[in-house]
Every structure is written in structure tokens, then in C-alpha cells.
């Protein structure tokens, strides 16, 4: 069975790998109580090893009888499976959601990378943040957590640092199955995603130079008979295109060569098309691309991925996307209310 919870011990090496344990207290679904205090817990301070007292003429930071944790932005890790979301500190295991405050002091790669997920991870459970918000890149690990905490399923997903990942392959085995996807957070179009089956596959990527800087997810494979595009315009998705690859590979987008079948929406599993709908208004998008993945045994649904800049007037089918598209503007349009010339006595922005 998938164990949802990841937490590496750093520095710690078991024949050759770092050893991952389960935590003997859950706290991932952890909200604050009515009534308790924001400021209850820990201060942590990613980034701050300017203020540690060992670093500073100053004395550190001394924030009276509150307990001051210091961590780098490559000690955080996330663990994501629907509706049981965790972000934690991999010093010692403690989840973000235990401190008090979390607080960005400094932004060195990949800092502004993590952030939008971080802080998704802490407003869901009511905690306060400094400098984070609207800081931080909308990136494939803030959808997946965002989606999954509003309970829309997701391929179980682990975000760790790289000096934690290269020696990860046993554990994410383990959890993910194999074989698992390892893809790049920040790339689309199929760039920079791999089908892992053994370990010389998964340190190939990691460790090849030109790769050095990508910051990767490990992610359940979900076995399917393709994929499928959803285009999203307000409250509806007109458009349902299915790609499967032709060559082979887990990739199906049509850049890479994969094979496109327009759907009939009339037809097609209502509830795959209110989750599409679901998961664009989840990321604020009213016109969106949503690819989904039906498990090819259980039929179970699985939300992959939500474009905010999906390719309508080119690619497969633009011709129909391009007519959905002018459809949705035109009944747009014509719900706004009419502007009706200002009475001349009022033109001037007041009465006379």
C-alpha cells in the first residue's frame, strides 16, 4: 500500500540510500483550533543563517522566549496524495504547520520556486506567513497542492531537495512503485519528463550535468490508455481531446508526436468534465487547459495538470477550439450589462 508520509533524515545513509521514516505522530490534515493563537509554536526562518548567532556581530536574532529554528530552503520537503498534503523541515521532521510563523528572510534558488506551494501548504491551515505571498511562481507542485487539498485526486507526488533526492531511489520506489515519473517542475510540453524503471535511470538524470539546477517532483505513474485534454471556458468544457503516444513512451502531448481523437462532451464522463471545471476555478482560471488521466484499471480519474495559457487558435483541433473560444466570448459579452450614456448634469461625476 502507498504510504502518504515522507520524511528524510538527513545525514543519515542505510546501504547506500537515505533512510526514510514514518512518523510516529500525523500531523498532516493538522488545523488550527477555534481560539488557539496564530503566534502558538515555533518561529522558523528559512534562509536566515545570516541571523544565527554563530553567523552575526549582532547578537542573532533574539525574539524574547519564543523559540527560534533556523532552516535553509534546501531542508523542506512535501509530500502530496489528495486530501492529505505535507510540508516539513527535514532537519528534524517537524511540519511547517507546527510553527508559529514561517518567515522568508532571503531568496536564493530555488526559494521562489517553492514558495506558492509553501504558502498554499500554510493558509489551508490557518497559519501566518512573512514575505511569501505574492512572491512565489504558480509551479507544478502549488497546483498539485492546492488541488489536492480541496480533495480532487492527484498522482501521489514527492518534492525533495537534491541533496536528499540523488539517494532517494529505494524509498520512492517503494512508495510510487515502479516504474515511477521523475519531471521537472517547472517545464511543459513534455520537456524534462522521464518514466523511471530502475535506479540507473533515475541518477542519469539527476546527475547529468546540464540538470544540475532543475528542481524535480518523483510522482506516481498512473497506468492509462492516454491522456485527455479539457478546454475549460467559464463553467464549461466544450472541448475533450484524448492523445496517446505513438512512439511508445508515457508521453502524450501532440508536440512530442502523440495521436489526438476529438470526444463528443455529450458522451463523455460527466464527472471527469466537473472536474476540469472544478480544477481551473481552483487555480482562478476561467479559461483553462486541464489534462486528466483515468487509471486504466480502477477507472479512477486523476487531475495531471491546469494551463492558464492553453494553446487554442494552433495545435490539434484549432479550428473547433477556436469556435468554442469565440462562442464563450461572444456569451460573455453579451451578459455584461449595457453602458448607458451619464444624464449631462452628472457627466462631471457629480450632481448640479
Same mark, same amino acid.
Given at each position: 500500500?502507498?504510504?502518504?508520509?515522507?520524511?528524510?533524515?538527513?545525514?543519515?545513509?542505510?546501504?547506500?540510500?537515505?533512510?526514510?521514516?514514518?512518523?510516529?505522530?500525523?500531523?498532516?490534515? /493538522?488545523?488550527?483550533? %477555534?481560539?488557539?493563537?496564530?503566534? *502558538?509554536?515555533?518561529?522558523?526562518?528559512?534562509?536566515?543563517?545570516?541571523?544565527?548567532?554563530? !553567523?552575526?556581530?549582532?547578537?542573532?536574532?533574539?525574539?524574547?522566549?519564543? !523559540?527560534?529554528?533556523?532552516?535553509?530552503?534546501?531542508?523542506?520537503?512535501?509530500?502530496?496524495?489528495?486530501? /492529505?498534503?505535507?510540508?516539513?523541515?527535514?532537519?528534524?521532521?517537524?511540519?511547517?504547520?507546527?510553527?508559529?510563523?514561517?518567515?522568508?528572510?532571503?531568496?536564493? /534558488?530555488?526559494?521562489?520556486?517553492?514558495?506558492?506551494?509553501?504558502?498554499?501548504?500554510?493558509?489551508?491551515?490557518?497559519?501566518?506567513?512573512?514575505?511569501?505571498?505574492?512572491?512565489?511562481?504558480?509551479?507544478?507542485?502549488?497546483?498539485?497542492?492546492?488541488?489536492? *487539498?480541496?480533495?480532487?485526486? =492527484?498522482?501521489?507526488?514527492?518534492?525533495?531537495?537534491?541533496?536528499?533526492? $540523488?539517494?532517494?531511489? !529505494?524509498?520512492?520506489?517503494?512508495?510510487?512503485?515502479?516504474?515511477?515519473?521523475?519531471?521537472?517542475? $517547472?517545464?511543459?510540453?513534455?520537456?524534462? $519528463?522521464?518514466?523511471?524503471?530502475?535506479? *540507473?535511470?533515475?541518477?542519469?538524470?539527476?546527475?547529468?550535468?546540464?540538470?544540475?539546477?532543475?528542481?524535480?517532483?518523483?510522482?506516481?505513474?498512473?497506468?492509462?490508455?492516454?491522456?485527455?485534454?479539457?478546454?475549460?471556458?467559464?463553467?464549461?468544457?466544450?472541448?475533450?481531446?484524448?492523445?496517446?503516444?505513438?512512439?511508445?513512451?508515457?508521453?502524450? $502531448?501532440?508536440?512530442?508526436?502523440?495521436?489526438?481523437?476529438?470526444?463528443?462532451?455529450?458522451?463523455?464522463?460527466?464527472?471527469?468534465?466537473?472536474?476540469?471545471?472544478?480544477?481551473?476555478?481552483?487555480?482562478?482560471?476561467?479559461?483553462?487547459? =486541464?489534462?486528466?488521466?483515468?487509471?486504466?484499471?480502477?477507472?479512477?480519474?486523476?487531475?495531471?495538470?491546469?494551463?492558464?495559457?492553453?494553446?487554442?487558435?494552433?495545435?490539434?483541433?484549432?479550428?473547433?477550439?477556436?469556435?468554442?473560444?469565440?462562442?464563450?466570448?461572444?456569451?460573455?459579452?453579451?451578459?455584461?450589462?449595457?453602458?448607458? %450614456?451619464?444624464?449631462?448634469?452628472?457627466?462631471?461625476?457629480?450632481?448640479?
Amino acid at each position: 500500500m502507498l504510504t502518504a508520509l515522507l520524511i528524510a533524515v538527513p545525514a543519515i545513509i542505510l546501504s547506500g540510500r537515505v533512510a526514510v521514516w514514518i512518523a510516529t505522530k500525523d500531523r498532516r490534515d /493538522r488545523k488550527v483550533p %477555534p481560539g488557539e493563537p496564530d503566534g *502558538q509554536g515555533p518561529l522558523l526562518v528559512i534562509n536566515g543563517e545570516v541571523f544565527r548567532p554563530e !553567523e552575526t556581530n549582532a547578537g542573532g536574532l533574539d525574539v524574547g522566549a519564543v !523559540e527560534t529554528v533556523f532552516r535553509g530552503i534546501a531542508d523542506i520537503a512535501f509530500t502530496v496524495e489528495t486530501n /492529505r498534503t505535507r510540508v516539513y523541515e527535514t532537519v528534524s521532521g517537524i511540519d511547517l504547520a507546527d510553527f508559529g510563523l514561517v518567515q522568508i528572510a532571503a531568496y536564493p /534558488r530555488p526559494t521562489g520556486t517553492l514558495l506558492s506551494a509553501i504558502t498554499a501548504y500554510l493558509a489551508d491551515r490557518q497559519r501566518p506567513v512573512v514575505n511569501m505571498a505574492q512572491i512565489g511562481a504558480p509551479t507544478k507542485l502549488y497546483q498539485l497542492i492546492r488541488l489536492a *487539498q480541496d480533495g480532487l485526486p =492527484v498522482p501521489l507526488t514527492f518534492y525533495l531537495p537534491r541533496r536528499l533526492l $540523488n539517494d532517494a531511489f !529505494e524509498d520512492l520506489a517503494e512508495r510510487l512503485c515502479l516504474p515511477f515519473v521523475l519531471k521537472a517542475m $517547472n517545464a511543459s510540453g513534455g520537456r524534462l $519528463n522521464y518514466l523511471i524503471h530502475n535506479e *540507473q535511470e533515475f541518477l542519469l538524470h539527476l546527475l547529468d550535468p546540464d540538470q544540475k539546477a532543475v528542481a524535480f517532483l518523483a510522482q506516481q505513474f498512473i497506468p492509462n490508455n492516454g491522456t485527455f485534454r479539457l478546454l475549460v471556458l467559464g463553467d464549461q468544457a466544450p472541448i475533450v481531446i484524448h492523445r496517446c503516444s505513438t512512439d511508445g513512451t508515457h508521453l502524450t $502531448n501532440t508536440e512530442r508526436g502523440g495521436h489526438a481523437t476529438l470526444f463528443d462532451t455529450d458522451t463523455f464522463d460527466d464527472d471527469a468534465l466537473a472536474m476540469a471545471v472544478r480544477g481551473a476555478a481552483l487555480m482562478g482560471c476561467e479559461v483553462a487547459g =486541464v489534462n486528466l488521466v483515468q487509471h486504466r484499471d480502477t477507472r479512477q480519474w486523476h487531475v495531471l495538470e491546469v494551463s492558464s495559457s492553453p494553446a487554442i487558435g494552433n495545435g490539434a483541433f484549432a479550428a473547433e477550439k477556436t469556435g468554442a473560444y469565440a462562442t464563450y466570448l461572444h456569451n460573455k459579452l453579451s451578459r455584461r450589462p449595457v453602458l448607458r %450614456p451619464r444624464p449631462p448634469h452628472l457627466q462631471e461625476g457629480r450632481p448640479r
